[in-house]
């Protein structure tokens, strides 16, 4: 593992991953995306602060009141709008439309992830080659080799959580039957090294079938081999190069780790910055919390664009990691 460690140039690959991702802006587009729609960027949604009107408390009253007719009321002419039937039949047809607006978007999300993935695996390979790419050339790409990557997600991860739910099974059958014949503490001490195990079992599973989609997702757009074949190949080269490739994986996670902390700290000072300012705004007027919109807007943008930037360098790392591993 030593020496397979020591033939690969990890500073180079780190540094000219760098390089790539700054020089070539068609790749941020992507890994903007990429952001959005795997959830690199999304969280910082959650920091928005919602001002409430503070005025309400006689509307209040006057809605719970109609909520106890069973019945909502229409202004002009004091007429129910709604009976109680006709009231669940629409809160059903509002949740499904909810169900129906969530699924499409999910499934947008999804393919825009997966189109974001090849498009930046593709685009790496062509400014390896020829020294430049764009925007084009990676819809292109993305386009064409998106359905793969999401087969091998697929065909990988079903089989392993399947597997994973048995292993659990397995595992927990002896401190089950201890508890259905009432041997409570043997039960308990059957469990706790039954659920360690567990856990650590998944933990190197999900590292390695992790490493597996990595390499078979650049088998299926660099070398354009269909989805089994990627699979199988992307197996193959991490059996092969076991200990590079785990010297990688513990890269990406220092390089994970190193971006996580940096976002906290920028959000923390973007929200010590703006809650003054939003909490002033308040004090004067509530309608003035408005005017400070546009610049939680532009700090939430600027955070989503600065994971996308991370999102098109880590791609970048495991292409050119990948393409060491199979020069």
């Known amino acids: 593992m030593y020496e397979g460690c020591c033939q690969i140039d990890y500073g180079n690959i780190l540094t000219r991953a760098f390089q ?5 802006r068609s790749l941020w587009l992507y890994g903007v995306i990429l952001a959005i729609t795997s959830g690199g960027g999304s969280n910082y949604f959650q920091y928005i602060s919602n001002f409430s009107d503070l005025n309400k408390g006689k509307n209040t009253s006057q809605s719970l009141s109609l909520l106890k007719n069973n019945s909502f009321m229409v202004k002009s002419g004091s007429l129910a709008l709604f009976s109680s ?26 393919l825009l992830q997966y189109i ?22 990676g819809f292109s790409i993305g386009w064409k080799k998106w359905w793969r990557l999401l087969a091998i997600t697929l065909i990988v991860s079903i089989p392993a959580f399947l597997i994973s739910l048995l292993i659990a099974l397995i595992l927990a059958t002896p401190s089950i039957f201890a508890f259905v ?18 856990i650590l079992l998944i933990i190197a599973v999900v590292v390695l079938l992790g490493i597996v989609i990595t390499y078979a997702s650049r088998y299926a757009v660099i070398n354009g081999l269909k989805v089994i074949d990627s699979v199988k190949s992307g197996y ?36 010590i910055i703006l809650f003054p300012i939003f909490l002033l705004l308040y004090s004067i007027n509530q309608w003035l ?29 495991w292409t050119l990691s990948f393409k060491e591993l199979t020069a």
Not at 116 to 137: D, F, N, R, Y
Not at 238 to 264: C, D, E, H, N, V
């Open 20 to 24: 790539i991702t700054k020089n070539h």
């Open 85 to 110: 039937k006709d009231s669940a039949t629409s809160i059903l047809l509002i949740i499904g439309l909810v169900v129906l607006l969530a699924v499409v978007v999910t499934l947008v999300f999804l």
């Open 116 to 137: 974001s993935q090849a498009a930046l695996i593709g685009m790496v390979e062509e400014i390896e080659g020829s020294g430049k790419t764009s925007i084009k050339a």
């Open 181 to 198: 014949y009432q041997k409570t503490v043997l039960g308990w001490i059957l469990a706790v090294p039954a659920a360690i195990i567990w």
């Open 236 to 271: 193959f080269l991490l059996r092969q190069k076991i200990g590079p490739s785990l010297f990688l994986w513990l890269i990406s996670i220092a390089l994970g780790m190193a971006y996580g902390i940096a976002s906290t700290v920028v959000f923390f000072v973007l929200a």
């Open 289 to 317: 919390v408005l005017a400070g919109l546009p610049l939680a807007i532009i700090a939430i943008f600027g955070l989503i664009f600065i994971s996308g930037l991370f999102q098109a360098y880590f791609s970048t790392y």
